[in-house]
């Protein structure tokens, strides 16, 4: 089984980056997208970015576009988002994903704080 474990959220001044690992040990065989959601209190969890494992092909929530790169790493086992010109309404938790189309596995969050 996959297990995912993120790293990397922190406290950043508004227009400052940081960079999110999701560190994955298990086989990715049948996974079809590797994702990163997030959710800010009170608020749903949203999906901010996707990439496609068979081509490699992206996609990002309208709001981070030009600012968040999702990239991965095959020799690592890691998925990144970097992060830049982040802004307060970025501040919520950040989740790695893992999806194929029976299955989820989520990895446990890690907290990004932007403050103005």
């Known amino acids: 089984q996959v297990q995912l474990v993120e790293s990397g959220g922190g406290l950043v001044q508004a227009g400052g980056s940081l960079r999110l690992s999701c560190a994955a040990s298990g086989s990715f065989f049948g996974i079809k997208t590797m994702n990163w959601y997030r959710q800010a209190p009170g608020n749903q969890r949203e999906l901010v970015a996707t990439?496609?494992?068979?081509?490699?092909?992206?996609d990002y929530l309208d709001s981070v576009k030009g600012r968040f790169t999702i990239s991965r790493d095959y020799a690592k086992n890691t998925v990144s988002l970097q992060m830049n010109g982040l802004k307060p309404e970025d501040t919520a938790v950040y989740y790695c994903n893992a999806r194929t189309t029976l299955w989820d596995i989520w990895g446990q969050g890690t907290q990004v704080t932007v403050s103005s």
């Open positions: 990439v496609m494992t068979d081509n490699g092909r992206t």
